[in-house]
């Protein structure tokens, strides 16, 4: 068992930066390979990061490749997605979650977090 609190999300403008940060307590932390995924208004979850169990090995999904960086402190138990140049259809809640595998796959995400908001206005 997990579990996964996220926070940094806001309001920010076009262009402008955030970082989120993921503070899982319970099972050990290295334990788990983990994930952002990110849902709009009206949309479909989607998958937005992931990183491996040790922080060596990510994969980014199309739309943030490029603007978006996964990393994580195994010794803080903290995941984080730095945010840049975001735009306003990265508009969406933001959520952690935790896996047994590295993978850009929801299904196999078994913790999950509350969700934290970001909005980008234009």
């Known amino acids: 068992q997990v579990q996964l609190v996220e926070s940094g999300g806001g309001l920010v403008q076009a262009g402008g930066s955030l970082r989120l940060s993921c503070v899982a307590s319970?099972?050990?932390?290295?334990?788990?390979?983990m994930g952002w995924f990110r849902q709009a208004p009206g949309k479909a979850r989607e998958f937005v990061a992931t990183?491996?169990?040790?922080?060596?090995?990510?994969d980014y999904a199309d739309p943030v490749k490029g603007r978006f960086t996964i990393a994580r402190d195994n010794a803080k138990n903290t995941m984080y997605l730095q945010m840049n140049a975001l735009k306003p259809e990265d508009t969406a809640v933001y959520y952690c979650?935790?896996?047994?595998?590295?993978?850009?796959?929801?299904?196999?995400?078994?913790?999950w977090g509350q969700g934290t908001q970001v909005t980008v206005s234009s």
């Open positions: 979650a935790a896996a047994l595998v590295t993978t850009s796959d929801s299904t196999e995400y078994a913790y």
């Open positions: 319970g099972r050990t932390f290295n334990y788990f390979a």
């Open positions: 990183i491996d169990r040790i922080g060596r090995s990510t």
